[in-house]
């Protein structure tokens, strides 16, 4: 059989910050075994609120002391294959969408080793396909310490998950390869990995056929998979931004139903109001003012594009009820709501310039 030609790629997944939300795997495993996932956390020095926002990000120090907590309190021999049965490609978001799109398995691999950071992966490592298969190979990352092991086989299992959650079937591997000593059933890993797996191995790494990296994806889709891959790059950049709480506070209270007073959000954040209100204070801005433009573009959008009676935009955007609701608007706009309205319901009708006869 012909074989595409070799390809040989260096991957390096270490990354000094890191995306909160990536954490999130291990907290569905705390919350099954009912153990205090706040305090671990918090002994880390991670925000609660910010394991659910996609920009928060962690030093890669405290992913490892947080991960370190876990795997020493969890009653699990095979902890790593427990939390990689968790990682799913949605929970990859941008990345794993991309991924579902690819044309094939080697795509897939391709986008990981463009977007390593995006990955939450702990090795740096190397990716080689020629006429001897399919390989990946991780260098030992002697900065983990005694979590070595454990991420080793997490992030070797999430390869796995992803490649079958992504083909829809079984995933070949032929062997599975540890530096470390085995610490819980050597069977249990092979029924998982669906191979041999050597533990006390030169080198931590995987093997599959060389036709397994060619394995067809059945949601495959070229300009999906360039929007998301666009949309990596986006997210790849913003890891090294800085965090804003301003901005935080501001998409928090345009996704609630109701907005938040500030005691209300701030319990929603794991922070005092104090805090809150010193970090906000900190970017130059107060409470205030964040809840202010979010009242109002929110209530523009409400009158422009729904039939929502004065009463209920006032609740949705905490006013105790219309009246005050109406002052404020017009403070904002010099227009009452009633007035705005109309005038963008007319707007709206108006035929443009391009579709005039």
């Known amino acids: 059989m012909t074989h595409s030609p070799a390809l040989h790629l260096a991957v390096s997944f270490w990354s000094p910050l890191r995306l909160a939300y990536g954490l999130l795997p291990m907290l569905e ?13 918090q002994e880390a020095g991670i925000a609660r609120f910010g394991v659910m926002d996609p920009s928060y990000t962690i030093t890669v120090q405290q992913e490892i002391a947080f991960h370190t907590s ?26 794993g969408l991309a991924m579902q799109a690819s044309k094939d398995v080697l795509s897939m691999l391709r986008l990981i080793a463009r977007y390593p950071r995006l990955a939450w992966g702990m090795f740096d490592g190397e990716l080689t396909l020629d006429d001897r298969g399919l390989r990946i190979a991780f260098r030992p990352q002697p900065r983990l310490g005694r979590a070595e092991g454990f991420f080793a086989e997490r992030d070797l299992a999430c390869a796995l998950v992803m490649a079958e959650e992504a083909t829809q079937q079984r995933f070949p591997l032929e062997s599975v390869h540890f530096r470390h000593a085995c610490t819980g059933d050597p069977a249990g890993y092979e029924a998982f990995f669906g191979c041999p797996v050597h533990f006390n191995a030169e080198r931590t790494g995987i093997r599959a056929a060389h036709d397994a990296a060619l394995f067809p994806l059945p949601q495959a889709d070229a300009r999906i998979c360039a929007f998301y891959t ?11 931004q800085p965090f804003r709480y301003a901005e935080a506070v501001r998409n ?36 205030s003012q964040v809840l202010r433009e979010a009242r109002r573009e929110r209530a523009e959008q409400l009158l422009s594009e729904s039939r929502a009676s004065m009463e209920q935009i006032a ?30 319901t007319a707007h709206a009708a108006a035929p443009s310039a391009g579709n005039a006869c």
């Open 252 to 287: 928090r209270l345009l996704e609630s139903a109701v907005m938040p007073d500030l005691p209300a959000l701030a319990q929603r954040m794991y922070l005092t109001e104090r805090t809150l209100q010193r970090r906000l204070r900190a970017e130059g801005v107060s409470f």
């Open 230 to 240: 666009a949309q990596c790059a986006v997210m790849a950049r913003s890891i090294d």
């Open 315 to 344: 609740t949705t955007l905490g006013f105790g009820d219309a009246v005050a609701f109406s002052h404020a608007f017009k403070s904002w706009t010099g227009q009452s709501p009633l007035r705005w309205r109309r005038k963008a």
């Open 29 to 41: 495993l705390l919350d099954r075994y009912a153990l205090d996932a706040d305090r671990l956390l």
């Open 70 to 95: 876990c795997f020493l309190r969890i009653p699990s021999a095979a902890l790593s294959l427990e939390v990689a049965r968790e990682y799913g490609l949605r929970g990859f978001s941008v990345l």
